[in-house]
């Protein structure tokens, strides 16, 4: 069974940083693009960050371009998002994704597998 546990958020002051991960397990995820998504309360989710399954190809939403930075590991089958430079209106819950396919996608309904998310909180 496939399982996708994100960790690292909490509470952070603006300005701050935090960096997420998302380890996988059930099956290896190196010929999969992976990807951020975040949902804040009375909001749709939205797509933060993408990755390849090489790590070489990223996708950035133009909100987080510049302050956030998605990575693999693929040893460790382990996804990161760095977040520097935090800002109130990114509080949500964050979640990772994976899907069976090579191609980095930024719709929700193209992934196939989902962690159960991280809450992130930004204080001003």
């Known amino acids: 069974q496939v399982h996708l546990v994100e960790s690292g958020g909490g509470l952070v002051q603006a300005g701050g940083s935090l960096r997420l991960s998302c380890a996988a397990s059930?099956?290896?995820?190196?010929?999969?693009?992976m990807a951020w998504f975040r949902q804040a309360p009375g909001k749709e989710r939205e797509f933060v960050a993408a990755?390849?399954?090489?790590?070489?190809?990223?996708n950035y939403a133009a909100s987080v371009k510049g302050r956030f930075t998605t990575y693999r590991n693929s040893a460790k089958n382990t996804m990161y998002l760095q977040k520097n430079n935090l800002k109130p209106e990114d509080t949500a819950l964050y979640y990772c994704?994976?899907?069976?396919?090579?191609?980095?996608?930024?719709?929700?309904?193209?992934?196939?597998?989902w962690g159960q998310g991280t809450q992130v909180t930004v204080s001003s």
């Open positions: 994704a994976a899907r069976n396919s090579v191609v980095v996608v930024t719709m929700p309904s193209r992934y196939d597998y």
């Open positions: 059930g099956r290896t995820f190196s010929n999969s693009a």
């Open positions: 990755v390849g399954w090489s790590g070489s190809c990223t």
